[in-house]
T-cell receptor, first 114, second 112 residues
Framework: KAGVTQTPRYLIKTRGQQVTLSCSPI?????VSWYQQTPGQGLQFLFEYFSETQRNKGNFPGRFSGRQFSNSRSEMNVSTLELGDSALYLC?????????????FGSGTRLTVV | GDSVTQMEGPVTLSEEAFLTINCTYTATGYPSLFWYVQYPGEGLQLLLK?????DKGSNKGFEATYRKETTSFHLEKGSVQVSDSAVYFC???????????FGKGTHLIIQP
């Protein structure tokens, strides 16, 4: 079956712009979570959605937001981009919300802010 | 808050050597524990997991045992191959809604 699909794979944006990243989970998975990966901070949890509801959010400013649609697809949006937002953004899907289900990750979207 | 500590490396070994990557954690409850692997230019792949104390996760020759008494989940493999070269992340999930808490990752290099 198809894995977690993230689009686009690569993105270059200018400071001050906004960006929207997309994630299509594995069919049947209802939970989608987002992570930011940088060389300095490592992997950091952004937020998790389950059945269209945001369950929790990590320690990120309000410029980072997301949503989940009824088909479980998710988008995350970053407004007023800063140079420090350059990172690999990873999406993970799970059958349910909780560690016992395990998480399957996509290949990520590499965002470069110039 | 929860945290995961692992050696960052790089760890360089010869092919067929024995591998141990240490991982210790801090959590308020009883988390599920994971090892993920990341190959260059790719996302994370789940390598193995354990959901309760004394559970042993295993996959592709890798093993890790959930040790509650030492709050550890060390990754081991008896004989590594060049294809095992990658970055390995230890992670925990205490409350699914809070997502995964990751260690910094250990860069493993296997030389032929």
């Amino acid at each position: 079956k198809a894995g977690v699909t993230q689009t686009p794979r690569y993105l270059i944006k200018t400071r001050g712009q906004q960006v929207t990243l997309s994630c299509s989970p594995i069919s049947g998975h209802r939970s989608v979570s987002w992570y930011q990966q940088t060389p300095g901070q490592g992997l950091q949890f952004l937020f998790e959605y389950f059945s269209e509801t945001q369950r929790n959010k990590g320690n990120f400013p309000g410029r980072f937001s997301g949503r989940q649609f009824s088909n479980s697809r998710s988008e995350m949006n970053v407004s007023t981009l800063e140079l420090g937002d350059s990172a690999l953004y990873l999406c993970a899907s799970s059958l349910g919300s909780g560690g016992d289900y395990g998480y399957t990750f996509g290949s990520g979207t590499r965002l470069t802010v110039v | 808050g929860d945290s995961v500590t692992q050696m960052e490396g790089p760890v360089t070994l010869s092919e067929e050597a024995f591998l141990t990557i240490n991982c210790t954690y801090t959590a308020t409850g009883y988390p599920s524990l994971f090892w993920y692997v990341q190959y260059p230019g790719e996302g994370l792949q789940l390598l193995l997991k354990a959901t309760k104390a004394d559970d042993k996760g295993s996959n592709k020759g890798f093993e890790a045992t959930y040790r509650k008494e030492t709050t550890s989940f060390h990754l081991e493999k008896g004989s590594v191959q060049v294809s095992d070269s990658a970055v390995y992340f230890c992670a925990l999930s205490e409350n699914g809604a809070d997502g995964l808490t990751f260690g910094k990752g250990t860069h493993l290099i296997i030389q032929p």
